[in-house]
Every structure is written in C-alpha cells, then in structure tokens.
C-alpha cells in the first residue's frame, strides 16, 4: 500500500509514554535519594511518598513538555540550521527537491527543510509534539551528490517524518540526547568542582540514560525508510550511492553532538558496533551496518557491489578518456579546473609559473614552470614586454627578472609573480621612501596586520617544537645559485623574506615589501615581547 | 429466539457493506485528487514555458524551429482533456522540451546565464514532480482497482456500479521492450 495510505501520523506511540515514565522513574530516585538523609519518621508516612510521586510526576511533566514540545527548534537551533537560501542556486534545487516529495507523498504533511553549515556528509529529520516537521543535510552533502542521489536521502528521511517513527526518536533524542551533549561540553570546558554537586549527578544519570535509549530504537526503521525511499524515487542505485559515498566520507562526528546520531541517515560516529549483526548490536545499535543496506538497495537495482564500485571508476575514467592530452590547473580560488588544451592555457589570464598543474586526474601536480610546454608559453609573454632583462632568473617562477623603478630606485622585478629582488643597501632608502607616491592603502595595511599576528604565532610555536622544517622548499639566489636563508626581516618586523647573504640581496614576495615599509610607517609591532 | 439471530446477521451485514462501501468511495476519491495534482504540477510546467522561450530566444536565433516545436507542443498540450490525450500530448511536450535542453547545451553563452539556469531548474523540477504525481496516481489506480475485483469487494462494487480507472500511461520510449530470445539452442 502506497505510504500516503497509513495516517500514521496522528497515532500516539507507546514509547513515548514509556519515555515519560522512564524520565518519572528517574526523579523518583533521585528524589527519594536525597530525602533519605531526613529525619526517620517521616520517611514512613504514606503522605510523604504521594508526595514524592506528585512532585516527581510535575518535575518530569515540566522537563517532557519542555524539552519535547520544540524539539524541532530546538534541534534547528543546536545546529545552526538555517532555511535554504532562496538566491542560491544549490539551496533552492533542495527545496525543490522537497516540494516534489511532497508530492510523491500525497501533500499528508507540511515539512520544513534547513540547511546545516558544516562540510561533513549527513543528514537527518526531527519532528515533535506540535507538528513541526524539519529535514536538515549538510551543505558538504548538498554540494558532493547529484540531484537524484539528494531525492534518495530527502525521501529517506521524508519516510522518517510520514511514518511517525521520527516523533518518537526525536522525543528521545531531545529529553535525554540535548541533555547528554549539553553535558559533554560541561565535562571539557569547566572545573572538577561541579563533578560532585547534586545537579550533576542527576545529569550523568540522564547521560547514560541515553546510551541507553538506543535499545527502544530498533534498526529496522533504517531498513524501512530506505525502502519507501525506494518506493518514493523509484532509484535503488542512487540512494546505494549515497550510502556507499557516505561511508567513505566525514560525517559530521564533533559537528552533530552526540544525542542526535539516532536522528541522522548515518551515525556520525562510525563504529564497529554499527558494522556488526547479532543479538548485541541489534539491541545497542541505532543503525544497521552500511554494507547490509546496501546490500539490500543493491539486490533491487539487480547490481553487485563491484559493478557499483567499478561504475564509479568507469565515470571517472570517461572524463579522463575525453581529456587526453590535457591539463587541469589550479585557480587563484584552489579550484581545479581543466581540462585545457594547451591552447586555452595560453589564453588563461590567471596562468603564472607558479600555477599547479597536473596532466591528468591522478597525476601528481607540478609547478607549472618545470614543464618545457607550459614554460613556453611564458617565454612567449615576455617577449612582448619592452622592460629589460636583468640577467636574473625569478627564485619560485624560473623566469628572467626585468629592472624595474620602485620609489625612484631600481630594482629587479619579476613579471609574473611580482616579487622583488632588491640590493640590501637599497632597503633603507625604500623605506625612507614609503610616503612618497604611493602611500600604505587599507589592503595592505590589513594585509599586513593579519601577517603579523599570523607569524608571530607561528614564531612562538617553532620555539616550543624545535624548528620544524617547513614544507616549503628553500628558493635558490637568483645570482650565486646558492640557497637563500630564510627569515623574519627583523625581530621586530616579522615579515618572512629570502636573503643571500654573499651577494647581499634581498627578495620579497608579491606585497612583502610594500607589507614591511606599511608595518615600519604605522607602527604594526608583535603585542608580546619577542624573547629569545 | 431464532429472529433476533437473523436481524443480528442483517444488521451484521449491511455494517459490512457500509464499511466495503466507504473504503472504495475513500480510495476512488483519493484516485481522483491524485489527479487534480497531476493537473495543477502541468499547469505549472505550461506556465513556466513562454518564460523560458521568451528568456533564451534571443540567444537561439538558429534553432527557431526547435522553439516553434515547443510553443506547438504546449499549446497542444493546454487544449487536452482526458487521461489518454492529455498523456500523449504531455509526452510530446516532454520530447520537445528534452531537445531544446540538448540544443542548450550547445550555447554557453545560455549555460553561463543565471536567469536561464533557473528557469530551467524550475522546468526540471517540475518534470520530476509531474513524474512522482504521475506514479502516485497510478499506484492509487492500481490499489483501487485491486480493492474493487478482490472477493467479497466485487459484489458491492458491481451493485454500486464502481467503474475502473484509467492508468496515466508512461511516455512511449520507455515502452520499448528489451529484446529477449527465449528460444532454446540445441
């Protein structure tokens, strides 16, 4: 029977109130451990313990309406989940995508979508006692699947909601599961002294309480949501996809605190638990092992796991095949892009010699300089430039250095990067030099702020870890060849530059000299004291 | 003694009936608004399409026929009435649209165009919608027509007169049936 059929919706599941009873249970003890310090007699009166029951009865009331009745918000609120951006092309095919389950499902029920900002894969659905519905996916998942893979985890997570069994975990995962994540965070951020105060005990009863949660929520709902997925998009492959993507991915374990694992299509933990079967971890465990649904969704679309895989590869490998000669370089953005020919390189204005290129998915990049093809190219663009050539060579581009004016003095300029080579004895004189001409813009002063601070960090832990040797390689001088020293311009002045000192030059990267002359004339000095 | 038993079994038996005959009125009516959604989700699409004409026209000056081929299928597809027509012409708009889609494709100038990538997201989902009303309606079709031909249904239905409902058929090209040879090779 199709899903709209079952008016589930509205039937009050026995968990809840087993819920409720359960979190009554739990102030009764508590309660009733603390009045065992009272006087005797009074413990044996009956009228004590209606009382007792009375006022636990009202506590847990309190705490289930509370925690219950906005769950939805409250979940929304704990994630930072934000409704999808109407003017993002991205967010709008999601809610796209949920206005066309909603069809699929017969309009039966209003449901929210939001957005969660983290890079992690997941996704997942709460809805509460007011009838609130929402179904939250990460913006990394929204940006890694395709459109009918996004159909196969909104319509999971659709089922969740339509078929009532979201009720009942986010009912749980808010009277305990907030709680528990709440706590987590007390354990990190405060002092021991809270561990023995009474508030803290009846939380740690409530943590645990959690794990425990795990047994009234049975596996099979997985398998069921991703039936009706199924029965939804008609697309047991894509929703396979998903899961065999996810499996492989980040998703989410730190970002979703702990607490809303039952409520997300993956656990964000992986554990082995999870990937297990058995009596054990069917009773512990909130998901079934990924392999198994896929398995399942997998023997629908009548296809094994290694034609899965290997389908996969193929799509891959056909973007590789179309692209032979090519190369895919890397944006000013750190975007790969490509495939080029070596014709629409030539034209790419952002192309540098130092741009990362790769000829081929898999390939490892290199500097776009070290090869001869791509170097000529370079060699082309200089030879319309009317500046002269030094006779250096630029240390990170490998292409000849042109003389070129700076505040009235010369210096050796490369065309490509716009680093300097500048003489040591003409250093001062540029700096005397900074208010003429062109004076410290708001860029650069904001650029140099934040270098400064970001070096002075990095000064202060390469003391304490013992001069780590940095991932970038020493750059040979432009004149004796010899590699050049690496350092702060002064202990003052915490700009990194390149000196060899047997010729006495000096290079600077594109903005660090104009940086320095900036700190010197507005005073950008490092906040703490360098000591050595 | 004997009469009380028989108005029991009378009355046990038209609260039968009642219920058969509820249930088939509630799935016919279900049927029947699963229809009203195939109608509304088309509608959306016909209004969507002199949007995107208009947007891309320009851009398509070669490939007016192509255009032309459009606007005909959706004025066809507007002046249907009835299950059976209204599927074919709703195919023939769907072809024509999945070409001009492929002719896009051919002019960045468009791909690169926000206004047109929206419009044509919409045009997508839509389709997608216009597909997941469509198999609604049918698996409602098939649900009411099993619950009219099983057992003691078929009684009432037949009293009542309950007639069947059409299926909204697949576009023609998923029709084809993939070539099997059964025949047994010696």
Sequence with gaps: ?532 | MAGWIIIGIVVLGILWLIVIYNGLISKRNDVQGSWKQIDVQLNRRHDLIPNLVSTVKGALEFEQDTLEKVISARAKAVGASGPQSKAEAENMLTQALGKLFAVMENYPDLKSNQNVMQLQEEITSTENRIAFARQLYNDLVANYRTALQVFPNNFVSSMFNFQTEEYFEAPSETKAVPAVNLSIRK
């Design chain 1, 1 to 532: 029977m199709p899903l709209t059929f079952i008016d589930i919706e509205r039937q009050k599941n026995w968990r809840i109130t087993l819920f409720f009873l359960v979190l009554m249970v739990l102030y009764l003890a508590v309660v009733a451990l603390f009045s065992a310090a009272l006087p005797g007699p009074l413990i044996v009166e009956s009228r004590f313990w209606i009382f007792l029951v009375v006022a636990s009865f009202l506590a847990a009331g309190i705490h289930f309406w509370f925690s219950a009745a906005n769950a939805v918000d409250t979940v929304v609120r704990r994630l930072d989940a934000q409704p999808p951006d109407p003017k993002d092309d991205i967010h709008r095919m999601f809610a796209n995508i949920i206005q066309e389950l909603h069809v699929v499902s017969g309009n039966k029920r209003d449901i929210r979508c939001a957005v969660i900002p983290s890079l992690s894969l997941n996704a997942l659905a709460a809805a509460d006692l007011k009838g609130n519905a929402v179904i939250a996916v990460t913006e990394g998942l929204l940006s890694r699947l395709t459109r009918p893979q996004i159909e196969a985890v909104v319509a999971h997570e659709a089922h969740h909601i339509l078929s009532g069994d979201c009720l009942e975990t986010t009912v749980a995962a808010s009277i305990f599961g907030t709680f528990s994540s709440a706590m987590e965070k007390i354990r990190y951020t405060s002092s021991n002294r809270l561990f023995a105060s009474p508030a803290f005990l009846l939380a740690w009863v409530l943590l645990q309480l959690g794990y425990l949660l795990n047994l009234f929520i049975s596996r099979e709902r997985e398998y069921r949501a991703d039936a009706a997925a199924v029965r939804m998009t008609r697309n047991p492959l894509a929703l396979a996809e998903t899961l065999h993507f996810l499996s492989r991915g980040w998703r989410g374990a730190g970002f979703i605190g702990s607490g809303f694992e039952m409520l997300c299509i993956v656990n964000p933990m992986a554990t082995a638990l999870d990937e297990t079967e058995g009596f054990l971890p069917d009773l512990l465990s909130t998901h079934p092992p990924l392999r198994k649904r896929m398995d399942l969704l997998l023997a629908m679309a009548r296809v094994s796991v290694a034609e899965l895989d290997s389908n996969v590869e193929r799509r891959s490998g056909e973007k590789q095949a179309d692209s032979a000669p090519n190369y895919f370089a890397m944006s000013p953005r750190q975007q790969w892009q490509g495939p080029f020919t070596g014709g629409e390189l030539d034209v790419l204005p952002w192309l540098s010699p130092l741009t990362w290129v790769a000829t081929g998915e898999g390939q490892s990049a290199e500097r776009a300089w070290k090869d001869p093809l791509i170097n000529a190219i370079f060699l082309r663009r200089l030879a319309g430039e009317t500046r002269t050539d030094s006779g250096f060579t630029c240390p990170s581009c490998r292409q000849p250095l042109a003389t070129a004016a700076y505040k009235g003095t010369q210096v050796f300029q490369c065309s490509f990067c716009a680093g300097m080579l500048v003489e040591n004895g003409k250093i001062p004189r540029i700096i005397a030099r900074t208010g003429r001409e062109r004076p410290c813009t708001e860029r650069l002063n904001a650029l140099a702020r934040s270098v400064l601070q970001q070096n002075q960090t990095r000064n202060i832990y390469r003391k304490v870890s013992a001069h780590g040797a940095g991932p970038v390689p020493l750059l040979p001088c432009p004149k004796c060849k010899n590699p050049m020293y690496r350092g702060f311009y002064s202990t003052a002045h915490l700009i990194e530059v390149d000196r060899c000192s047997f010729c006495g030059l000096t290079w600077f990267d594109q903005d660090e000299l104009e940086m320095l002359q900036c700190m010197i004339e507005n005073r950008l000095l490092p906040e703490v004291p360098l000591t050595v």
